[in-house]
């Protein structure tokens, strides 16, 4: 029998710049759910091209920070909640990035790609001009440009993330399409200690798998790879741990014995079974 998954690492409230739920509905639906911890991981992405809906994505991270300390102490009966944050990764930033993780300490910190040659994949203009292979190779060029100057993230986020947006999202990709950046994404995060992580965003999305998918995830274990933490990268109630039941069977299908969460920046692992 295997074990209910407890911990949601990839979670928005309204400090995101996209997100417009108070942290306090989202902890509540969380303990509804019958979580045992949560870790807020809310999105800072500096020089984020200016879109209609987004002009900037900052995070006021003293507010964000006095916020979750507050709501820490008045659910530590029901609920552990953990202080993290998403990293809109983009090469020219490193040095930035690096100054800030000094200056904070975060219990856990993504580093996704969201801007790739000026472009958020999330928008048709990504894919113009352009194949599907294209646009989806020049998406996993940019986690390896930003890999070659920064490491100081835990676990690298959704780095499938652009096929839920191309044309025809996941219907022709395939791991053996990409296999050999795939395999040099996958080879450099273990060579820096940088862990993966599974965002049920996917099945969210509708393509029927998590991000990145089960062959990617075979891959990294097979390489060697154990730092793999569990998110469902929800903005609303709704999605808090969305499709987590479809995990413990998939990711030990995928050979693993255990995922990960994080406290202060430490991978603590807890078994599948
Ligand atoms: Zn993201
Ligand atoms: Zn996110």
């Known amino acids: 029998m295997s074990r209910k998954i407890m911990a949601d690492f990839h979670l928005h409230s309204d ?7 108070p942290m306090e509905t989202m902890i509540q639906e969380g303990i509804a759910r019958g979580l045992s911890l949560m870790c807020f991981t809310e999105h800072l992405d500096w020089d984020f091209p200016p879109t209609p809906e987004h002009t900037a994505f900052d995070l006021d991270i003293p507010a964000y920070r006095n916020r979750l300390v507050e709501l820490k102490e008045k659910y530590k009966d029901s609920i552990d909640l953990r202080f993290g ?22 219990d856990f910190v993504i580093g996704s790609s969201h801007v790739t040659d000026g472009c958020d994949p999330y928008y048709p203009a990504f894919y113009e001009d352009r194949t599907e292979e ?16 920064f490491d100081q993230m835990d676990v690298y986020g959704h780095i499938d993330y652009v096929v839920r947006y191309g044309p025809n999202k996941n219907k022709f990709y395939t791991y053996g399409r990409y296999e050999e950046i795939l395999e040099e994404i996958l080879r450099t995060l273990i060579s820096r200690n940088v862990g993966l992580e599974v965002n049920t965003g996917g099945f969210h999305y509708g393509l029927g798998h998590p ?20 998110g469902s990268d929800a903005h609303i109630p709704g999605n808090i741990a969305f499709d987590f039941h479809k995990l413990p069977d998939l ?17 603590q692992f807890l078994p599948l079974d």
């Open 85 to 106: 944050l998403e990293l809109g990764l983009q090469p020219h930033l490193a040095s930035r990035h690096q100054a800030l993780l000094k200056e904070w300490e975060f």
């Open 134 to 149: 294209e646009a989806y190779t020049s998406y996993f060029e940019s986690i390896l440009d930003n890999l070659k100057v």
């Open 251 to 267: 990711l030990k299908s995928c050979g693993f014995t255990h995922y990960t969460v994080f406290q202060n920046r430490r991978p």
């Open 211 to 230: 991000n990145p998918c089960e062959e990617i995830l075979t891959r990294y274990r097979q390489l060697g790879g154990e730092i793999l933490t569990i």
């Open 15 to 21: 400090f995101s710049g996209d997100g417009e739920i």
